[in-house]
């Protein structure tokens, strides 16, 4: 207990002196979350060794001594697998860390030399630090925070107007399943278990398939909740707001009403907790996105990537900070938005992948800069897997990445062209973009550094202004 008081003690001194910074690297499930962590983790470690971040200038002024890892602030939570990663990294042959399963964090300390300004220059050589809590979690488990703006039946609504053909025919079990079934009969258990499976089914089969906006997120990855009923409920279709009064008026052991009451349970036991335990104590955010498995994927995915992106981000708290804001009601206020998987496409298409992400988010990013909140949008490999060559054919030079694919195949390709902006109906009729997924390079023995693409540029926004 003592020493839990003293953990708090030091936690708001540190807060109020503005030396601490909670970061949430949010993303949906394969976005790359582990891959970021790993590689932001290994680069502040070893700053002024073999990592190079030229384009954070504490780093480049030769100011950045280093990062330990110290006791995280919450021992209730698992740490970072931080260690695992890097053994994966460096397997024979190399492969990419195991995607996250549930929350973990890992707690920095970083050492740097402060700017030294006028008469003081050359001669206070003393350092400071900054404490920087990394939180990751489930990108299945983030789609539940909207959730919260429902009730059962809204939510219902919510889920019967996503049906597209596509995901119409992947529920197909689902549907056959509850066709038959009466909002208003009595409510046998074993039946609602079996239809949950089979809509647990058919949100699996449509991540799978590609497609981002998908709830509850716990019936993708149930954690410790594997079999509890409180994840033994699905959508009712056909049923809207005209229907409430008769619907809210039958019995407590109906259908419709078991149905409600769990739905409701999930929100208040699972996503509440969830949401204020994690999500109102962020100061900096990164949202990582997969755009490059979206357009690999078609239009209906994309649209689907960006429905889901932009209901995401009304569930998070931005907002200027101030001295109060710090201690007692922490707020983002600093995003970046950032386009993963940079390497898989040709350095000039970089610039028009950002445009493309830019357009894919364009109406959360408008109402973050008219609450005058920075938000940067920017590119980037956390760990690149491939490197640039050009092709010569018939005296005409085309850029080109080599690399070696998942199933241990060199490759030499040039992915297509990146849409400046949202793609229309002759971009996907032509088919006109397609890459190819790579392994991770092997490390150059053990302890080198790990090369990537502008994760120094998301590090001097995340956390530059702190380093001066």
């Not at 060559?389 to 080599?402: K, N």
């Not at 992915?415 to 490390?443: C, Y």
Request: net charge neutral; hydrophobic share 40%.
């Amino acid at each position: 207990m003592r020493q839990t008081l003293a953990r708090e003690v030091s936690n708001l001194i540190e807060r109020g002196r503005d030396r601490q910074l909670r970061l949430a690297v949010t993303g949906l499930s394969r976005a790359g979350k582990t891959a970021f962590l790993t590689s932001l983790v290994h680069q502040l470690r070893h700053a002024g060794l073999e990592a190079r971040l030229d384009l954070l200038p504490a780093a480049r002024e030769g100011r950045l001594l280093g990062a330990q890892r110290i006791a995280q602030a919450d021992l209730g939570v698992p740490r970072f697998p931080y260690d695992q990663a890097l053994a994966a990294l460096d397997a024979e042959p190399p492969r990419w860390p195991e995607p996250t399963r549930g929350i973990s964090e890992l707690r920095l300390r970083i050492r740097y030399r402060p700017e030294r300004h006028g008469l003081l220059a050359g001669f206070a050589r003393d350092s400071a630090t900054l404490t920087l809590d990394l939180f990751d979690y489930p990108g299945e488990w983030l789609l539940d925070l909207p959730l919260l703006e429902h009730d059962y039946l809204s939510w219902c609504e919510r889920q019967q107007a996503s049906l597209s053909p596509a995901r119409r025919e992947m529920a197909g079990d689902w549907l056959a399943a509850i066709e038959s079934l009466d909002p208003a009969a009595s409510a046998d258990e074993a039946r609602l278990a079996g239809i949950a499976e089979h809509y647990a089914g058919y949100l699996r089969a449509a991540r799978e398939a590609g497609f981002a906006d998908l709830q509850p997120g716990r019936f993708l990855l149930p954690g410790d909740l594997e079999g509890a009923p409180v994840l033994q409920f699905f959508p009712l279709p056909g049923v809207g707001e005209a229907d409430r009064a008769r619907l809210e008026a039958l019995p407590e052991d109906s259908v419709y009403r078991s149905l409600a009451r769990r739905f409701a349970y999930y929100q208040q036991h699972v996503v509440k907790p969830f949401y204020r335990e994690h999500f109102r104590r962020f100061d900096r955010q990164i949202v990582l996105v997969d755009v490059l498995g979206a357009l690999n994927a078609g239009p209906e995915r994309f649209e689907d990537l960006s429905r889901a992106l932009s209901t995401l981000m009304k569930s998070f708290d931005y907002g200027k900070r101030s001295l109060l804001t710090r201690l007692f009601a922490p707020r983002i206020d600093r995003l970046a938005i950032a386009a993963t998987k940079a390497d898989h496409v040709t350095p000039e298409q970089h610039g028009k992948l950002v445009a493309l992400l830019e357009a894919l988010l364009a109406e959360p990013i408008k109402d973050l800069r008219y609450a005058d909140i920075p938000v940067r949008a920017l590119s980037l490999a956390s760990l690149r897997a491939t490197e640039v060559h050009e092709v010569s054919q018939q005296g005409t030079r085309t850029p080109a990445l080599r690399g070696t694919d998942l199933a241990g195949e060199e490759q030499l390709v040039f992915p297509g062209e990146v849409p400046a902006r949202l793609p229309n109906a002759d971009f996907w009729a032509r088919q006109g973009f397609s890459f190819t997924a790579f392994r991770p390079p092997p490390r150059d023995g053990r302890g080198t550094g790990l090369p990537h693409i502008r994760l120094d540029a998301a590090l001097d926004w995340l956390i530059g202004d702190k380093l001066t």
